[in-house]
């Protein structure tokens, strides 16, 4: 596939072109689910489940985006009522337009596969949370009609826990990125992803999950390889039963958060807050602050203390079934 480049200071490159390997057809549209949303794409992108044509709720195209500013060499955000610019140096602009037109302006001379990264990261979760969802930056796994939400703060092993939860039989809802729908705000529901992964390669070795395709690192500043389950999948919606803090401890242990440190906690790792208060523009500030209070009124938030070394996980497993056992 072949879309015109640019250079990250906005003028274009020297071959005028950028071809993009492994993309299909110029100007072909790909269909996808996540989220529970229909997407179509100008882009080709393997982490999605693939759907038939449709009408789509997100159409993501390959298109010229105005610079934020004139320093193009630095990580900038831009956020309105309407719309949400992002730019990367390293990957390039993305303006996400309403809730469903995402516009794509890659850098030059970019591995194409690198685009998905922040695309389905930290793009996709600003759409989502535009259409009234409330996002984590979190992991999430089905387990016999209920789940298990991991947060934590970078390193603290939210993907390896829900990797090792996968091996032991359970179901991937998410990873990174978790969708909450607050319709009825007594059961909060998370919506399915896609299903990937996100592992270093320390982790993987001693998960050992088997059924997946393991894809080749496209930047050397990344240091988890996207592993494509083909099963261990759910594509339902589970309610949200138990939000887990993930923390190290000498030993396994599972321990309830008062609301009044509930609260503060999911504010914490929804993902919108990492952009500043400017993400919440108008009316989404007191709508994010009331979602947050209801997934902490309506969903048990502990304190997970795993102990440190891929060998003992398992002790924080056997706590996780038995804390969701006895909910239910």
């Not at 387990?143 to 826990?161: L, Q, Y």
Request: glycine share 8%; aromatic share 6%.
């Amino acid at each position: 596939m072949t879309i015109r480049a640019t250079r990250s200071d906005g003028s274009e490159s020297r071959s005028d072109r950028l071809t993009f390997a492994a993309n299909a057809r110029d100007g072909a549209q790909h269909f996808y689910r996540a989220y529970g949303l229909v997407i179509a794409s100008e882009l080709e992108l393997d982490e999605l489940d693939r759907t038939e044509p449709a009408i789509p709720d997100l159409t993501i195209r390959l298109r010229p985006v105005e610079p934020i500013d004139a320093d193009q060499t630095v990580t900038a955000f831009r956020f309105s009522d309407d719309h949400q610019h992002l730019f990367w140096p390293a990957v390039g602009r993305f303006l996400i337009r309403g809730t469903s037109e995402i516009d794509i302006d890659p850098s030059a001379d970019i591995d194409g596969r690198l685009i998905a990264f922040p695309l389905l990261g930290p793009v996709l979760a600003l759409l989502l949370h535009r259409r009234g969802l409330l996002v984590l930056h979190a992991s999430a796994v089905a387990i016999g009609g209920r789940s298990a939400v991991f947060m934590g703060d970078k390193g603290a092993g939210k993907s390896t826990t829900a990797g090792a939860m996968i091996r032991a039989g359970h179901r991937l809802l998410t990873d990174d990125v978790v969708a909450l729908d607050l319709s009825d705000p007594r059961r909060p529901m998370i919506v399915p992803g896609f299903p990937q992964l996100k592992l270093a390669a320390d982790a993987a070795s001693e998960l050992s999950l088997g059924q997946t395709e393991v894809r080749p690192r496209v930047h050397p500043a990344i240091d988890k390889a996207q592993h494509r389950l083909h099963d261990g999948f759910s594509r339902d919606r589970v309610p949200a039963t138990r939000i887990y803090i993930l923390e190290r401890g000498e030993k396994a242990g599972i321990s309830p958060l008062p609301g009044i440190a509930a609260l503060p906690a999911i504010i914490k790792f929804s993902y919108v807050t990492r952009f500043g208060r400017s993400a919440l523009a108008g009316d989404f500030a007191a709508l994010h602050l009331r979602q947050c209070a209801q997934l902490a009124d309506h969903v048990g938030v502990c304190r997970l203390e795993v102990p440190t070394g891929l060998g003992r996980i398992g002790e924080a497993l056997d706590l996780i079934e038995k804390d969701l056992s006895s909910d239910a």
